[in-house]
C-alpha cells in the first residue's frame, strides 16, 4: 500500500481572511504556524477551506470500506471491482482484493476521523493505512497532523465501549500533555 498527496494548495491566507471577517476586520496577516494549530483545536469553522486530496494504491478492499463510513466533509473515489468492468469475479475475489482509494477532504474530517482511526480499537491495518497518510501529510500541514490524535487523546479519557485502557497509562498522559502543550488551560 502506497500513499500519495495528489493536491494540495495553501488555503491559509483564506481561512485566516474568514476568521477575520468573524470577528469584523479585514484579512490580517498570512497565519505562523502556533496560529494554525490553535485554529485547528478550536476547530472553528474557517478550517474547512483547508483542502487535502490524496490517494492509496492497493489499499486492502476492506480497509477502504473502513475509511468509506466516514462522509461528513469528505469525498471517496474508489476503483471499481464490478466483474463487468475488470472481469474479476465477485463471487471468487476475496475482501483483501487491492483497491486504489482517492479522497478529497477538508481539515475538520480529517481531525475527525483520526480520532477513530488512530484509536487501538481500530484494526491494525486500517490504523497503517491512517498514520502512512498522516506521514505524507505532514510535509505540507504539519499543524495539521500534531492536531490528529486517538479520541482519548482528543476528549482527555476513553469513552468506547470496549476500551483498550491506553487512557490509564504513562504513555496517554504524555500523548495528552504534548496535544494540549500551550492551549488556553
Not at 504524555?174 to 494540549?180: C, G, I, N, V, W
Amino acid at each position: 500500500m502506497k500513499v500519495k498527496i495528489l493536491d494540495y494548495i495553501d488555503f491559509w491566507q483564506s481561512a485566516k481572511n474568514s476568521t477575520m471577517n468573524t470577528v469584523g476586520k479585514d484579512k490580517g496577516k498570512y497565519p505562523d504556524s502556533e496560529w494554525k494549530r490553535r485554529l485547528l483545536l478550536s476547530e472553528h469553522s474557517p478550517i474547512r477551506k483547508i483542502h487535502i486530496s490524496w490517494k492509496w494504491k492497493g489499499l486492502k478492499s476492506w480497509v477502504s470500506v473502513h475509511f468509506t463510513r466516514h462522509k461528513i466533509g469528505i469525498d471517496h473515489f474508489v476503483s471499481t471491482q464490478r466483474t463487468d468492468r475488470t472481469g474479476i469475479n465477485r463471487d471468487i475475489e476475496p475482501q483483501g482484493a487491492l483497491v486504489n482509494h482517492e479522497v478529497d477532504a477538508n481539515a475538520q474530517a480529517i481531525i475527525t476521523i483520526s480520532r477513530k482511526r488512530l484509536c487501538t480499537g481500530a484494526s491494525k491495518e486500517t490504523r497503517e493505512a491512517w498514520k502512512e497518510f498522516l506521514f505524507e501529510l505532514k510535509e505540507v500541514e504539519p499543524e495539521l497532523v500534531k492536531c490528529c490524535v486517538k479520541d482519548c487523546i482528543y476528549r482527555g479519557y476513553c469513552y468506547e465501549f470496549m476500551s483498550c485502557n491506553h487512557h490509564k497509562t504513562a504513555e496517554f498522559q504524555e500523548e495528552l500533555k504534548a496535544y494540549r502543550e500551550g492551549i488556553n488551560l
